[in-house]
Each structure stands twice: as C-alpha cells, then as structure tokens.
Nanobody
Framework: QVQLVESGGGLVQPGGSLRLSCAAS????????IGWFRQAPGKERDFVAS????????RYADSVKGRFTISRDNAKNTFYLQINSPKPEDTAVYYC????????????WGQGTQVTVSS
C-alpha cells in the first residue's frame, strides 16, 4: 500500500491562488495514477484531476479546466494541485488518491485537506 498525505489547504479569496500537495510514500512502485477528488458538505465526492505516475498523462473535470493544474515532482514523489481563480463553489475537502496498476478504481486515499473560498 502507498501512504498519501495532503497539505496546503486553507482560506483563499475568490480570484486568488492556492497549491495543494500530496506526498506519496511506501509501496509506490505499483501505482499507476494519482488523482485529486473533492467533497463539499452534503455532496458526493467528485473527481477533480488525475495524472499518471510518470506525469505524461493528465485529465481534468470540466468544472476546473483552465483554472486547476495537476503536476508532480519526480524527486520528491509529491503531486500538486495548483488552484487558480478559485470560486466559492470550489469550497470542499480535497483528497488525493492512488490507483494501482490493473485496478479499476482508486484504492488508497489521503486524509483530506480543507479548501475554503471566501472573501
């Protein structure tokens, strides 16, 4: 199993910026994809973005395209979600997750980090 620890959440004003980090450790050799998800109060957890372990393939939810960027630091096994021009509807707990090779779904999750967009 891989362990994931998120950080970087907090309060951000609309139109500002924030960068979330996800540090991966443990059995990372069989991880295929890292994803970011979010869950707002009273709502289901939604997909935000994903990146292949090698960093050459990324995907985004339509709601964040052009505003969020997912990336990775190979040397640190750390993944990032850059949030630009946030909106109040981006307020949620953000989770990173790992999908293992040959797995259909994400199997390991971090504890989450709160992002609040408010003036």
């Amino acid at each position: 199993q891989v362990q994931l620890v998120e950080s970087g959440g907090g309060l951000v004003q609309p139109g500002g910026s924030l960068r979330l980090s996800c540090a991966a450790s443990g059995r990372t050799f069989n991880v295929n994809t890292i994803g970011w998800f979010r869950q707002a109060p009273g709502k289901e957890r939604d997909f935000v973005a994903s990146i292949s372990w090698t960093g050459d393939n990324t995907r985004y939810a339509d709601s964040v395209k052009g505003r969020f960027t997912i990336s990775r630091d190979n040397a640190k096994n750390t993944f990032y979600l850059q949030i630009n021009s946030p909106k109040p509807e981006d307020t949620a707990v953000y989770y990173c997750a790992a999908r293992y090779m040959f797995a259909a779904s994400f199997g390991s999750w971090g504890q989450g980090t709160q992002v609040t967009v408010s003036s």
